[in-house]
């Protein structure tokens, strides 16, 4: 029976032939979808315009409208009927009348009706009053009696929404958020809301109401699909409950999915996450240029009066290279070129996270539409820039699902697709397995002070899960593709063995330590076994508590961590009965010694630049990548080497990312002592300094003629760095037993532009003799090891050096 024969039935036959025809369009199953819902409104349609026809017949000034999800067309089969009986007001009993005519058939059917009698001015009081009304009747349709009266209002109510915009949209942003608190995340529950959690229809139809207002627009693409998707779901689930419900309980998720012709129940979650995902990035974006324009409107006036009318120019800060800050959004530069940046989107989303800052919607696009593939293994910025993007914290995640939403994660990641939007049926997780790992990474950036290789422990953080998208253990699965991904983003073949180990363990000390016998030495061995080293060890803890703190707040107590902490004690104490013994300095290149030399004969500092390509140790050659430049400085040994390299490096905006200083042993011969930095520098925007004018610098900063602290606070209160991230505070540690002829001090900080130059500034103030010095920048993160002795030469005492480490890390925490 076609949709026609429907609509006949039910005009001939009154209330019982609207009920059948109503019963045989959602049983027969001939129609789904959009194009039920739309002959359902359509049959519905027709059937009260015969009531209202028949009940209204000579009464002029009075018409019959849909609003809501009805006047969209939406009808589920469950679905309220929202209606508006719209009067003149000239004949106030007759309309009374003719409500009784209209309302009790539908109760009668046992539908549920959402009903107003209203003139015009009613309507539109009411509207201004109550935001929720409003936005009902921003979707008013006719369905019968006095079409010029329904156009009426639907002119107006559009024109006070427009009009009224500046104040209504930011109550609506503000109901959207109150709403969201209270039901959740649509795209993370296991039992959703698909009505009232956020990104779900709530959400969509407030999308609809700011286009409405011409004030801003939501991103068009798959928005209409995702709405579609959840409506056809909500469909499905009133089919199989028989009840008008939202809630896509887990007991009747199956029977959902059965109805829709989808595999199973996990098939139907992961397609409304999806859906939810893309709503709710349209709803931020949308919210955000919401609050964009808004705020030029206010202060557009201002600006044209102090510049004389003229058109303000819109300030854009440098970020990154090819990367700037414009309006509060970070977008491409000017002289950005995408498709000769492979690199680009790693930059720009790190400098986005780091700033705290959402990207730009039209950068993310045209990033997606136009840059090339990474070349395999990626190049050594490329993982540089992850790394600090994994370590950015909280704003991780916002920079994360703009990437996503346009494609490019699983472009950088293949392997991300098989856990996207994948839900976790345990009571215990929050979050899909895709967010889980993120929010890993954001919980492993707080404990990045706590182990030497930041990187290592960010990377598997995003990672550590990475199996669940395939049969079998998740940890095995996970640790074949966790060695690809490693070695595909660069890692040499340590690294990758020591990330795969982590994946592949990521369980063991929570498990064992709350599953077995800690007393048994057995216990302790075979978790010695399995992690191998102090360096894996500390990663390993860092990365089961990150882990358990993103699953939920059920995942991780007190008593947990004292136990895990009490076998990490226990495993650390076999380990170290296998510590390597300190390794020989290595002798210096022909270049180095020559540098020294001259150091020596001109007593001032020495240098020279030049370009790093060579592949690191392990890594297969091939085309080489440049890793930097390499700068290497000789000077005569004197007191403020170290402080006064750093700051000349800083002021000339050149970002240290490794680092070493020692003393060079000089030919037969040659008579002083000479210090030999060696380091790799990278420009923060634009190209290198000269080094002429490096050398020129230093001499006047080691004869104490430049005053590097000075220019450096001139230049950071003229452009102040904006700090999106409340990075961890920095830790500064002795190591006693880690040297015997020196006292380690290690520094752990977040990197920083003079950050090198005010710990060496800090040692030399505290009397303390650099030996050596072993720098190296992990993303955002700098990890930092000091070899220093007495002016003697002698390790320091225990006290000594415990107030130089504590001293120093005051001064880091101003």
């Not at 009571?427 to 790992?437: E, I, K, Q, Y």
């Not at 380990?575 to 300095?585: H, I, M, Q, R, S």
Request: proline residues 6%; glycine residues 8%; aromatic residues 4%.
């Amino acid at each position: 029976m076609t949709s026609t024969d429907v609509q006949k039935e039910a005009e001939d036959s009154g209330p019982s032939g609207y009920a059948a025809a109503r019963l045989r369009l959602l049983t027969e199953g001939a129609q789904s979808g959009p194009p039920r819902r739309a002959a359902l409104a359509e049959l519905t349609d027709e059937w009260l315009a015969g009531l209202f026809n028949g009940a209204a017949e000579g009464l002029r000034g009075v018409s019959l409208i849909a609003v809501g999800g009805y006047g969209r067309g939406e009808l589920s089969p469950r679905s309220d009927l929202d209606l508006l009986l719209l009067h003149d007001g000239s004949d106030t009993k007759a309309v009374a009348s003719l409500a009784d005519r209209l309302w009790y058939p539908v109760w009668d059917l046992g539908l549920a009706l959402d009903h107003s009698v209203r003139t015009p001015a009613e309507a539109r009081k009411t509207a201004g009053e109550d935001l929720k009304v409003q936005l009902g009747l921003l979707d008013a349709r006719h369905l019968a009696g006095d079409l010029g009266l329904t156009a009426g209002l639907r002119t107006a109510v559009l024109a006070d929404w427009r009009n009224q915009a500046p104040k209504r949209l930011p109550e609506l942003q503000e109901l959207c958020a109150e709403r969201a608190e209270r039901q959740g995340e649509l795209q993370y529950l296991l039992e959703p809301d698909l009505k009232e959690a956020r990104g779900g229809l709530r959400d969509a139809t407030a999308l609809r109401a700011v286009a409405a207002s011409w004030l801003a627009d939501a991103p068009r693409e798959g928005l209409a699909d995702a709405r579609r998707r959840l409506l056809d779901v909500r469909d499905a689930l009133h089919l199989t409950t028989g009840r008008a419900t939202d809630r896509l309980a887990l007991q009747e998720q199956d029977q959902v999915a059965a109805e829709l012709g989808l595999l199973d129940a996990d098939t139907l979650l992961r397609q409304v996450y999806e859906s939810a995902r893309v709503i709710s990035y349209a709803s931020d974006v949308t919210w955000r240029e919401v609050g964009r324009v808004l705020r030029s409107r206010a202060v557009r006036p201002r600006l044209r009066a102090m510049l004389g009318g003229g058109k303000p120019v819109a300030e854009r800060s440098p970020l990154a290279e090819g990367v700037v800050e414009q309006d509060g959004e970070v977008v491409l530069a000017r002289a950005a070129r995408p498709e000769r940046d492979p690199v680009l989107p790693l930059r720009a989303a790190a400098a986005a996270a780091q700033a705290g800052l959402p990207l730009s919607l039209h950068a993310v696009r045209r990033m997606a539409a136009t840059v090339r593939p990474l070349p395999t293994p990626w190049p050594a910025e490329a993982r540089e820039q992850l790394v600090t993007l994994l370590g950015s914290g909280r704003p991780t995640v916002d920079v994360w699902e703009a990437l996503e939403a346009e494609g490019l994660i699983t472009r950088l990641l293949p392997d991300w697709e098989r856990v996207r939007c994948r839900p976790q049926r345990n009571a215990v997780h929050v979050w899909t397995v895709d967010r889980h790992l993120i929010e890993t990474a954001v919980r492993a950036s707080e404990f990045t002070r706590r182990v030497s290789r930041p990187d290592l422990l960010l990377v598997a953080a995003l990672l550590h899960d990475i199996g669940k998208g395939w049969p079998g253990d998740h940890s095995v699965a996970g640790e074949i593709i966790a060695k690809d991904v490693a070695a595909r983003i660069g890692f040499d073949r340590a690294d990758v063995a020591v990330l795969a180990g982590l994946v592949r363990h990521h369980l063991l000390l929570i498990d064992t330590a709350t599953r077995r016998d800690l007393e048994d030495p057995a216990t302790v061995r075979s978790v010695a076994e399995a992690v191998g080293s102090q360096t894996t060890l500390e990663l390993l803890h860092a990365l089961t508590e990150a882990d358990a703190l993103a699953t939920g707040p059920a995942a991780w107590s007190s008593w947990r961590g004292s136990l895990v902490a009490e076998l990490v004690k226990r495993v650390s104490a076999v380990l170290a009965g296998d510590a390597p013994e300190e390794p020989e300095p290595a002798a210096p290149t022909a270049e180095q010694e020559r540098l020294a030399i001259e150091a020596v004969a001109t007593g001032g500092p020495v240098l020279s630049l030049r370009a790093q390509t060579e592949p690191p140790a392990g890594e297969p050659s091939g085309d080489p990548e440049p890793l930097g430049v390499e700068l290497l400085i000789a000077v005569p040994d004197q007191p403020g080497v170290l402080p006064a390299v750093a700051g000349v490096l800083a002021m000339h905006r050149l970002t240290v990312r490794t680092a070493e200083l020692r003393t060079l042993d000089l030919p037969d011969g040659v008579e002083g002592s000479v210090l030999l930095l060696d380091w790799r520098v990278a420009a923060e925007y634009g190209s290198l300094p000269q080094a002429a004018r490096l050398r020129a610098d230093l001499v006047r900063a080691l004869d104490g003629s430049l005053d590097i602290a000075g220019r450096l606070a001139e230049r950071d209160a003229a452009y102040p760095r904006r700090r999106g991230v409340v990075a961890p505070p920095p830790r500064v540690s002795v190591h006693p037993a880690a040297s015997r002829l020196a006292t380690v001090i290690e520094v752990r900080a977040q990197d920083a532009p003079g950050l090198l130059f005010r710990i060496g500034r800090a040692l030399e103030d505290a009397k303390v003799r650099v030996r050596s010095a072993h720098v190296s920048t992990l993303g955002s993160n700098a990890v930092d090891a000091f070899y220093v002795t007495s002016h003697r030469g002698a390790p320091l005492p225990g006290e000594e050096a415990a107030t130089v480490a504590r001293k120093l890390e005051e001064t880091l925490r101003v």
